[in-house]
Each structure stands twice: as C-alpha cells, then as structure tokens.
C-alpha cells in the first residue's frame, strides 16, 4: 500500500458548547430510548454530536466526508466505517459547559481480511469542561477496498437470541432517523442519506445507520440497566446495520458488567458492546 506513519501524533483541536438546543434535539431524536439523567445533565454518548469536523463543501471528497490527506491519512481504499471504540468517562457533562475536543492520530495499521485489504486507523479523543477531563475515547476507523474489488469471501453472519437478554429496546431505523442524526453530528458520509450512493457505489442493501448511534443506544441502554453510566464502554461493530428496518437494541447485566448487541431483522449480530460500572 504505502507508508503513512507521518500521520501518527497529529493532532487538532475544537471547542463548542452543551446549548440547550442541542439537548433538545437529541432527545427528540433518541426517545424514548435514552437512560434518565438528572437536571441539567446530559445524556450519555452526547459528546459525538460536540465540536464535529466541519470542512468546507469544495473540500470534501466522493464519500461526503473531508477529503483524506488532511488531519486523516490519505489511505488508499475508498471505503470507510467506524469500527469500534472505547469510552472512559470521567466527570461527564453538563448543560452550559464549554466543552475542547484534543484529538490525536494513535496509529496507522493494514490488515488483510477475509474479504480483501483493510487500513485501520485509531484516533484519541480526549473531551474536556471547566471541571476537567470529562471523556477519554478511542475510536477506530476501518478503512476497505472498493465494492466491487473485493476478494475472498465474507465470514457467516453472527447471529444472537434477544431472549438471553434483559431488556429489549425496538428502534425503527427511518431515513428521517438517520438524517437527523447526521446532522447533529454535521456527518456528511453519503451513505447514510443517499440510497442510490449506498447501493451502487459502496454496496450496500440500503442507507446504512451510523455506528456511533447504535453505540449511543447501547450506552443509554447500559445505563438505564446499571442505574448510572457505564465507567468505561466498550463498543466492537461486527457487521453494517442498514435502514428501512426495525432493529433490537438488547441488553443485559452480569454482575456488575454490561453486555449488550444491537440486532438488525433477521437476527444479525451488528454491534456488541460492554460496559463496567
């Protein structure tokens, strides 16, 4: 492929605040589906919608995204998912905080899968208020060969039984659902919106639902089962959890740990996720 080691420890920073719009809004974009919070106390996984990447339009490429070179390595495979992560919340937030984003590029890795190359990319977060550190987040980035170059085969879906788990949400995954989330989160990757880019190009079933919020359901889902937010989350995608369909957030706990799934229709494991209080 090539060496893109020069984008390891780059880093940048934002700032935004928690207004109560944006409270607003992602509770009348997640209800009834959110744990209970006190006043003045934001939800969990509201940090994804703060201080978002917000490059010009003639700046961005094919995929809707910001075009690669940038803050992000210009890896050579068109096609991009949000892997996975990892959450450690410290003194959370709060309505009213200024809130900074330090984010910083940990490394650059290529892999060779089932179904032909991937380029992982993990990037640091760090989220801080006037309290202090409030969330320490890894997040890992997939990068994958185009539809249609893909070689070898795909590994048999995961399947899992909800009735092993405590509680079940039922989320409709609406195109308006979708949307709306795209735009708190100002996410331009097109196939979340745009269903003739979603199948033709990237080769998908349908519009495809964002990681980051499935992860956000789990996390609200752990918190509503452990009475308080998970100290540290732990969230793996398995397989993409596409549109127009009801899906199973599922959740149970062991102890004093969390584990939960997100299931599409036919029972396919798309998201597995862990929690400790």
Same mark, same amino acid.
């Given at each position: 492929?090539?060496?893109? #080691?020069?984008?390891?420890?780059?880093?940048?920073? &934002?700032?935004?605040?928690?207004?109560?719009?944006?409270?607003?809004?992602?509770?009348a974009t997640f209800a009834p589906h959110l744990a209970p919070v006190s006043d003045g106390i934001a939800p969990p996984a509201l940090h994804w919608c703060l201080a978002p990447e917000?490059?010009?339009?003639?700046?961005? +490429?094919?995929?809707?995204? &910001?075009?690669?070179?940038?803050?992000?390595?210009? @890896? *050579?495979? *068109?096609?991009?998912?949000?892997?996975?992560?990892?959450?450690? #919340? +410290?003194?959370?937030?709060?309505?009213?905080?200024?809130?900074?984003? #330090?984010?910083?590029?940990?490394?650059? &890795?290529?892999?060779? +899968?089932?179904? +032909?190359?991937?380029?992982f990319v993990t990037v640091d977060h760090t989220v801080a208020t006037g309290r202090g550190v409030a969330i320490r987040e890894r997040q890992d980035i997939v990068y994958r060969e185009a539809a249609g170059a893909q070689t070898g085969t795909s590994a048999a879906p995961e399947r899992d039984?909800?009735?092993?788990? &405590?509680?079940?949400?039922? @989320?409709?995954? #609406?195109?308006?659902?979708?949307?709306?989330?795209?735009?708190?989160?100002?996410?331009?990757?097109?196939?979340?919106?745009?269903?003739?880019?979603?199948?033709?190009?990237?080769?998908?079933?349908?519009? @495809?639902?964002?990681g980051p919020m499935q992860a956000t359901l789990l996390m609200n889902l752990a918190a509503t089962l452990l009475g308080h937010g998970p100290r540290k989350f732990v969230y793996r995608g398995v397989s993409p959890m596409t549109a127009n369909q009801i899906f199973r957030v599922c959740g149970r706990v062991c102890g004093t740990v969390f584990e939960g799934v997100t299931l599409d229709a036919a029972g396919h494991v798309c998201m597995r996720a862990r929690g400790d209080a």
């Open positions: 492929m090539t060496d893109l #080691t020069a984008w390891i420890g780059r880093t940048r920073e &934002a700032s935004d605040l928690v207004t109560p719009r944006l409270l607003a809004e992602f509770r917000t490059p010009p339009a003639d700046a961005l +490429g094919p995929d809707g995204h &910001a075009a690669k070179g940038g803050f992000l390595p210009p @890896v *050579p495979l *068109p096609r991009r998912m949000w892997a996975g992560g990892e959450i450690e #919340t +410290g003194s959370g937030l709060r309505a009213g905080d200024a809130v900074t984003r #330090t984010e910083t590029v940990r490394d650059v &890795a290529f892999k060779s +899968g089932r179904s +032909g190359s991937l380029c039984d909800p009735e092993a788990y &405590a509680a079940i949400w039922d @989320v409709s995954a #609406t195109p308006t659902l979708l949307f709306r989330y795209s735009a708190m989160t100002f996410n331009g990757h097109r196939f979340h919106y745009d269903q003739p880019y979603a199948t033709r190009v990237e080769g998908y079933a349908d519009l @495809v639902v964002h």
